[in-house]
């Protein structure tokens, strides 16, 4: 097998001089076996290898000049993307760090670390909505507070009309009263009592006010007493 023949990119024949020296045996002896050859076998077989290398060295050589044409072909593309242009950026100069170093430290003095006019106005305006937010939360009516009572109301004797007693009853009318179901319960001696659930305001109706006013019906009510008190 003839030797490899090792070839740089940039097409240089590397074993040149050996074969140059080769060949120059071979063109001197007329073909016929070098100084110091032992048999005309030892002069073929160096034929042979000039023969070899001749043609490896042929084939390189096309090889490169390929990769040469393609490596052009590239370079070209590039510039043409580039803008036709391949050269690299230039340095900059040391004034010109200078300036750009010192335009950065001028945009860096120009950031405030510690807030600015602008956070104390977004401040100022959060702390107002908050106020205001405060201030109509206060105005708003929280839940009204209320009481489910059950009163017993009961006449003089058996002979008092509840059905009358019972409308007296339902007369009086305040802010934050509603009357409710009612029924005759019976006491004693064939004496009735009406029992009557209200619902009331807490703040806008005084049960005690209330009772007051019932046992102004004189002719029907002889005492008014709570049976039931609960907070709605």
Request: proline share 4%.
């Amino acid at each position: 097998m003839p030797a490899k023949v090792q070839v740089e990119q940039t097409g240089v024949f590397l074993q040149k001089p050996d074969f140059e020296a080769a060949e120059a045996a071979f063109y001197a002896s007329g073909g016929k076996p070098v100084k110091g050859a032992t048999s005309s076998s030892a002069n073929d077989k160096w034929e042979k290898k000039f023969q070899a290398l001749e043609l490896e060295n042929k084939t390189l050589k096309k090889t490169v000049d390929e990769l040469v044409s393609r490596i052009s072909k590239l370079e070209t593309r590039l510039s043409s993307i580039d803008g036709g242009s391949t050269q690299a950026p230039k340095a900059k100069s040391p004034a010109a760090k200078a300036n750009g170093a010192g335009k950065k430290a001028e945009d860096e003095d120009d950031i405030d670390l510690f807030g600015s006019d602008d956070d104390e106005e977004a401040n100022a305006a959060r702390d107002q909505r908050l106020k205001e937010y405060a201030e109509k939360k206060a105005k708003k009516p929280g839940p009204i507070a209320k009481s489910n009572v059950v009163l017993d109301i009961k006449p003089w004797d058996d002979e008092t009309d509840m059905k009358a007693l019972e409308q007296a009853v339902r007369s009086l009318q305040m802010d934050g009263l509603i009357w409710g179901v009612s029924k005759l319960v019976p006491v004693a001696y064939n004496i009735k009592k009406l029992q009557i659930v209200c619902v009331v305001e807490d703040e806008k109706v005084s049960i005690d006010e209330l009772s007051e006013k019932i046992t102004e019906f004189e002719d029907y009510v002889q005492s008014v007493d709570v049976a039931a008190f609960n907070k709605i």
